[in-house]
């Protein structure tokens, strides 16, 4: 059978990710775009059968993408994330599109709970402290996360794990979701917002999400826990919570840009841990990754269907030539 033309846009050397989907053989011929710009992107689109994403969201397919695209019979995206892509145009195309979810929940909901108790019981001041000669046993007036009541913010397979993880320390967790439920722990986003002394933001972006917390609606005193996108919260409202001393603190994981650019406020701010986007990569989630890529794309090529359909369009995959073009 002629090799299914595979389109890998990650940040990564094209022969590693050639060894990294060395299970599937002979099955598929990989190539990246000559480099990575919009304009390479849409040169290498016209024979593209199989799209690899972009994790970072640097390469994505938007409607203009998908028109550049006519052989494109599935996308995987190697990341929970499907910002950029034009999941709409992708639909009418007849392009399923699917993400890895469910990989990485343990670890970012680990990550929140790391960072919501570095965070309440200062152990970046303290240790900062201690480097410079100081010994400030009562001065930092930590807070315990067994004593807070704690709010999540989405909950999906990450929220729900952040919802046990935080349940263990035996505080009050409660949680909103667009979707109402029957559920005691469920709450309303406004009451969500004004009672929790821990907020946890583990929601998707969406047109319907940009911007929905605004920090300065949050409870005096509350920590803000984003291990969402960006977008999700009001930056700059984020900021003047941190100057004006409305927030006790905040952990971000992520950011309205990335890298954080230079001269930022978030970097200079009192009380707030930074992380470079990594709640969910570690080596054990970067194993289920890959495993659940490697078994959607084996799915695609052999014609079976494909699982974590984020747009809608679930069937098997086929090609959309018959000549479509070998490697």
């Known amino acids: 059978m002629t090799p299914w033309n595979l389109l890998a846009l990650p940040p990564l050397p094209v022969d590693?990710?050639?060894?990294?989907?060395a299970p599937l053989g002979d099955r598929v011929s990989v190539r990246a775009p000559a480099t990575?710009?919009?304009?390479?992107?849409?040169?290498?689109?016209?024979?593209?059968?199989?799209v690899l994403g972009d994790w970072t969201g640097e390469l994505t397919l938007d409607a203009a993408a998908?028109?550049?695209a006519p052989r494109l019979a599935f996308l995987q995206q190697p990341s929970v994330g499907v910002d950029g892509h034009d999941l709409a145009a992708l639909a009418a195309a007849g392009?399923?599109?699917?993400?890895?979810?469910?990989?990485?929940?343990?670890?970012?909901?680990?990550?929140?709970?790391?960072?919501?108790?570095?965070?309440?019981?200062k152990l970046a001041a303290a240790d900062a402290a201690v480097r410079a000669g100081e010994w400030p046993q009562q001065a930092l007036q930590p807070r315990e996360l067994g004593a807070a009541r704690v709010g999540v913010v989405g909950y999906g397979p990450i929220g729900e794990a952040c919802a046990r993880l935080f349940g263990a320390f035996g505080g009050r967790v409660s949680y909103w979701t667009r979707t109402p439920r029957e559920d005691p722990r469920y709450t309303a986003l406004e009451d969500l917002l004004e009672t929790s002394d821990v907020v946890v933001v583990?929601?998707?972006?969406?047109?319907?999400?940009?911007?929905?917390?605004?920090?300065?609606?949050?409870?005096?005193?509350?920590?803000?826990?984003?291990?969402a996108r960006g977008g999700v919260v009001d930056q700059d409202g984020l900021v003047a919570a941190l100057r004006s001393g409305h927030l006790g603190g905040a952990a971000l994981?992520?950011?309205?840009?990335?890298?954080?650019?230079?001269?930022?406020?978030?970097?200079e701010l009192p009380g707030v841990l930074l992380s470079p986007h990594v709640a969910g990569v570690t080596q054990e989630a970067t194993g289920r990754l890959m495993t659940v890529t490697l078994d959607n794309l084996a799915a695609a090529v052999e014609g079976r269907e494909v699982v974590n359909v984020v747009n809608g369009v679930c069937q098997p995959i086929t090609r959309k030539y018959a000549d479509s073009p070998a490697s």
Do not use: H, M
């Open 16 to 21: 590693l990710i050639r060894r990294l989907l």
């Open 66 to 68: 998908v028109a550049a």
């Open 202 to 227: 583990v929601i998707a972006l969406s047109e319907e999400t940009r911007g929905l917390i605004d920090p300065r609606r949050l409870k005096r005193g509350a920590v803000l826990v984003n291990a």
């Open 36 to 50: 990575r710009d919009r304009a390479a992107l849409l040169a290498a689109l016209p024979e593209a059968e199989i």
């Open 253 to 267: 994981d992520v950011f309205d840009a990335e890298p954080l650019p230079p001269g930022d406020p978030l970097r």
């Open 95 to 121: 392009v399923p599109v699917a993400n890895t979810a469910g990989v990485s929940a343990g670890a970012v909901a680990e990550w929140c709970v790391a960072a919501a108790l570095a965070v309440t019981r």
